[in-house]
């Protein structure tokens, strides 16, 4: 067995296992206030579940995402001049019997698109009913959305009165699509906290990609202090040191050590519950731009996931950002949240034909694929109780701590939120001078 690394006041004051968006943010907190942060990560990059490849001039993000302008927690963070963010349009098109259906501003106006959705395929209720919940929850304060009792999403749409053909066609795949969860199984909080968001803000990607958000943090630290391809085996508790999996048990001493692993990998290195697991698949495609299907900057809802389609939602990145793409190329993102355990080929297979049936046999001519991400813990399970309370305690032990979205909202919000508190708690604990 190697040595301890002594980590000194001379070396690093905080181990923080995992670079995604929480160990980031963590980091940035710790370094930005005079101490000195390690980030240890698995992976052979920084951003966790927020990572951009580039292929070929097309960025695929790991995941369709989408970035709130509003989310509080990031504007106190990040530089968002610097992400130079692009916005989606404030509109969508369903996809419903058999037609595309475009409507307008699900995003900052809900009730203007419910009122084009609702004259042609939702009874006029659900209209009247949009509007007062967008105003209602404008009018609520961030912490009143989090005291109201939780339950399930498709619970709470049901006792807010909403028809069922509303619920299907329009937040099924919307709010499923976000929370990646099309049984509307999730805290009715998430729902309340999501929807405030996109009424009060922006639905944007940075031009370069989701990956600048968190590139943008680790720009932010000297690169001494991330070392990558270090995976952590276990946590001493009572030590204070990691074991890192290098096959030579070689351990890292510190005084303060932050877990900032996702929920099911933070639960085996600290032996707290699993949170679960949303999964989700994203497949991307390109095209000659003038074979785009379409040339807005629009999401694209699949109104009729009763009918068997696998695909919950699309979008058109390139329209989004002209940088995700090649010059005259387009880049289609695709994603699928049920699989029944298909491989990846069947389920490309279905998506074709799916997308045939939309968009005729140009998808098999013009369109080629170019790549599936298969995400097997995309977010934590959120389901009523998981919010009670809505913040999850930092502290785990003496001088240790965990963070990510699995102690929040599972969202880019959270995650930071998170980061940002165990590196307060770490601060307050250890009382380190600053240099
Ligand atoms: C497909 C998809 C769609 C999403 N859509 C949205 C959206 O539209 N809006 C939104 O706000 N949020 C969305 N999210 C959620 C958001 O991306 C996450 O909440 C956030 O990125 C989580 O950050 P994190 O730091 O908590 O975890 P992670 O990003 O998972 O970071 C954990 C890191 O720890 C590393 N690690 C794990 N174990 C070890 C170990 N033993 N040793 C060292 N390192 C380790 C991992 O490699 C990883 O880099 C989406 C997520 C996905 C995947």
Redesign the pocket.
Known sequence: MEAIIKSDGAAYDVII????????SCAVNLFERGYKPLI????DG?????RTDDLDGYKLD???????TR?PEAARILDYKKLNLANFKAGAIVRAKGRFIKVSDPFREPQAFVSMLVSDIAPMHDKVKIAYLRQSLINCPLQEIFRKSEKTIQQALEDYGFSSLMINRFFRPFFGG?T?DPSLGTSSRIFDFIYKMMAEGNVAVPALGMGSLTAQLASRLPPECIRLS????SVDKDKNFVTL?DGKGSQIEARAIVV???GP?AAR?LGLPDPGSRQ?I?MYFACDKDKAPTDEPMLILNGQLEDGGPINNLAVMSNVSSHYAPKDKALISV?VLEHQGRSDTDLLQAVIEQLQDWYGKQVSTDWHHLRTYR?H???PDQSPGSLEPPSRPVGIAHQLYV????RET??????IA??RKAALAAIQDLKIPHS
């Open positions: 296992i995992g670079g995604g968006l929480a160990g980031l240890l990560e698995a992976s920084i951003g966790g579940r927020i790991r995941g369709f995402q989408v970035f709130l989310y976000i990646l270090t995976k952590v085996e999996a900032a692993a996702e990998e290195l989700a994203c994603t995400i813990h995309a977010q963070c990510g979205d699995h599972a969202s880019i919000n959270g995650a998170s980061g």
